[in-house]
């Protein structure tokens, strides 16, 4: 049963490792002000609301909230946002 646990425990640290890092990107590419890298992040936002739909992807709300709010003079990411979904 401690190897269950230990792997179960590795399993989510790695995922929020990955989740992180996704997050860091996603900024990134937003920072670039270019409209086609906002494809991408959106991309990538759309796969971390499906991970957070199945109750493994943390404060995605909150943080896709802050992200809106942090870009606010951009309409054009915005934009791809609410065509999202997000």
């Known amino acids: 049963m401690g190897q269950l646990l230990r792997a ?9 490792r990955l989740e992180a890092e996704l997050w860091r990107e996603v900024e990134g590419l937003v ?3 270019q409209t086609r890298k906002y494809d991408r992040a959106v991309r990538i ?3 971390l609301r499906d991970l957070a739909a199945r109750g493994k992807g943390g404060d995605f709300g909150l943080r896709v909230e802050e992200l809106r709010q942090a870009q606010a003079k951009m309409p054009s990411f915005l934009e791809r946002l609410r065509k999202a979904g997000l």
């Open 31 to 33: 920072a670039t002000q």
């Open 8 to 16: 179960a425990e590795a399993c989510t640290t790695e995922r929020q």
């Open 45 to 47: 936002l759309v796969d």
